[in-house]
T-cell receptor, first 109, second 117 residues
C-alpha cells in the first residue's frame, strides 16, 4: 500500500532561522495535503496541492508539489515561536488519507 | 462552537471491556473519518463514511472495531474486548464535498484519549 515518509523527524531551530520538511510517497499522489498539530492539539488543515509542480505560499510558508507528484515540501522562512508544532503531509489511497509520521518543529526564542 | 466535537474526551477502561466513542461532525458535512493516533505518529486512517454509508475500512482494523453513522450525522466508534494496544487518541474528522473528488480539507475534532489498563 501507499506509504508517506517525512524527514526530518525532528528539527530544532533558533527563532528567525528557516525550516524545511520533506515528504515522499511510494506512489503517485492525486493530491497532497499538509496539516499542523500543536502540542496537545488536533491536526489543522494548512493547504492542499493538486497540480504537478505546484507552488503555493501562505505568508512565510511555501508549499511545493513535485513534478512527478510523488514528493512535496514545506518551507518556513524566518521561523517564529508560534510555528512550533508537528507538520504532517498526507496523501490519498482510495478513500483513506495516509499521513506521514510528521516533522516536529521546536523554535527557541 | 460549530466545530467537530467528540465525546468523551478521556476514557480509562480495563482490558476486556467494551467502549464507545461519539463524534458530531460539522453540521451538513457529508464525509466523516475516524483515525487513531499514538505518540510520535501521524493519524492512522480507520474508516470513512459518506453520509450514512461506510465506504472504506482499514484492512489493519481488527474485527473488534466497528463504526456506524446511522442517520448520516453523528457517528459512533465501538471497540469490543479492549486490549492495552488499543490505547491511543481516537480522532474524528469531517469534510464537505460537492463532488466525487477526495480533495477536500478535513476538520478534526479534539479526540478521545483511550487508556486501557
Amino acid at each position: 500500500g501507499q506509504q508517506v515518509m517525512q524527514i526530518p523527524q525532528y528539527q530544532h531551530v533558533q527563532e528567525g532561522e528557516d525550516f524545511t520538511t520533506y515528504c515522499n510517497s511510494s506512489t503517485t499522489l492525486s493530491n497532497i495535503q499538509w496539516y499542523k498539530q500543536r502540542p496537545g492539539g488536533h491536526p489543522v488543515f494548512l493547504i492542499q496541492l493538486v497540480k504537478s509542480g505546484e507552488v503555493k505560499k501562505q505568508k512565510r510558508l511555501t508549499f511545493q508539489f513535485g513534478e512527478a507528484k510523488k514528493n512535496s515540501s514545506l518551507h518556513i522562512t524566518a521561523t517564529q515561536t508560534t510555528d512550533v508544532g508537528t507538520y504532517f503531509c498526507a496523501g490519498h489511497s482510495g478513500y483513506a488519507l495516509n499521513f506521514g509520521k510528521g516533522t516536529s518543529l521546536l523554535v527557541t526564542p | 462552537d460549530t466545530g467537530v466535537s467528540q465525546d468523551p474526551r478521556h476514557k480509562i477502561t480495563k482490558r476486556g471491556q467494551n467502549v464507545t466513542f461519539r463524534c458530531d461532525p460539522i453540521s451538513e458535512h457529508n464525509r466523516l473519518y475516524w483515525y487513531r493516533q499514538t505518540l510520535g505518529q501521524g493519524p492512522e486512517f480507520l474508516t470513512y463514511f459518506q453520509n450514512e454509508a461506510q465506504l472504506e475500512k482499514s484492512r489493519l482494523l481488527s474485527d473488534r472495531f466497528s463504526a456506524e453513522r446511522p442517520k448520516g450525522s453523528f457517528s459512533t466508534l465501538e471497540i469490543q474486548r479492549t486490549e492495552q494496544g488499543d490505547s491511543a487518541m481516537y480522532l474524528c474528522a469531517s469534510s464537505l464535498s460537492v463532488g466525487p473528488s477526495l480533495a477536500y480539507e478535513q476538520y478534526f475534532g479534539p479526540g478521545t484519549r483511550l487508556t486501557v489498563t
